[in-house]
Antibody
Framework: EVQLLESGGGLVQPGGSLRLSCAAS????????MTWVRQAPGKGLEWVST????????SYADSVQGRFTVTRDNSKNTLYLQMNSLRAEDTAVYYC?????????????WGQGTLVTVSS | EIVLTQSPATLSLSPGERATLSCRAS??????LAWYQQKPGQAPRLLIY???NRATGIPARFSGSGSGTDFTLTISSLEPEDFAVYYC?????????FGGGTKVEIK
């Protein structure tokens, strides 16, 4: 059974940093691209970042470019999102999702999400 | 950036009725469009990929159609568990984008 378990969310002050983790199990992690999607309270879904199955290729939304960094450790089956210079508008539930094996840019399994709150 | 506009924002229907949801793209996305369902407090679930293909385990009452800029998600006969928010997502070009969602609520 595919499982994705996010952790690392919490309350952080504006300008602060946080690192999210997503522990994957039930599939061969190093053969799938992975993605972060976020959802502000009461709002819709926003794609944040995607990383290819190796660490060589990453993409970011303009809203987080230069502040967020996505990485993965295939030896630990874990996806990360390093978030720096956090702003109030980054407050959201952050989901990690597995990219479809063939299509790579839609998302067939999702974690339950971790809440990030940016506030003083 | 490709903007996806979903309509209506809210659809009020009764169980057993047919639901028709629309997603319009600001430029052609060919058939590279997916639909997701999200229930309160839950993660989204992939329903349809590439405009008209049901994802694994999705009931046949869900169907998708369209290409280019206009897409439709149809639920042929609403079950109680289908009342939720539905999002479209394009994968034609970066950045990947989602529509704003359509809430299907019980009338």
């Amino acid at each position: 059974e595919v499982q994705l378990l996010e952790s690392g969310g919490g309350l952080v002050q504006p300008g602060g940093s946080l690192r999210l983790s997503c522990a994957a199990s039930g599939f061969t992690f190093n053969t799938y691209a992975m993605t972060w999607v976020r959802q502000a309270p009461g709002k819709g879904l926003e794609w944040v970042s995607t990383i290819s199955l190796s660490v060589g290729s990453t993409s970011y939304a303009d809203s987080v470019q230069g502040r967020f960094t996505v990485t993965r450790d295939n030896s630990k089956n874990t996806l990360y999102l390093q978030m720096n210079s956090l702003r109030a508008e980054d407050t959201a539930v952050y989901y990690c999702a597995r990219c479809d094996y063939t299509r790579k840019t839609d998302f067939d399994y999702w974690g339950q999400g971790t809440l990030v709150t940016v506030s003083s | 950036e490709i903007v996806l506009t979903q309509s209506p924002a809210t659809l009020s229907l009764s169980p057993g009725e047919r639901a028709t949801l629309s997603c319009r793209a600001s430029q052609s996305v060919s058939s590279f469009l997916a639909w997701y369902q999200q229930k309160p407090g839950q993660a989204p679930r992939l329903l349809i990929y590439d405009a008209s293909n049901r994802a694994t385990g999705i009931p046949a009452r869900f169907s998708g159609s369209g290409s280019g800029t206009d897409f439709t998600l149809t639920i042929s006969s609403l079950e109680p568990e289908d009342f939720a928010v539905y999002y479209c997502q394009q994968r034609s070009s970066w950045p990947l984008t989602f529509g704003g969602g359509t809430k299907v609520e019980i009338k």
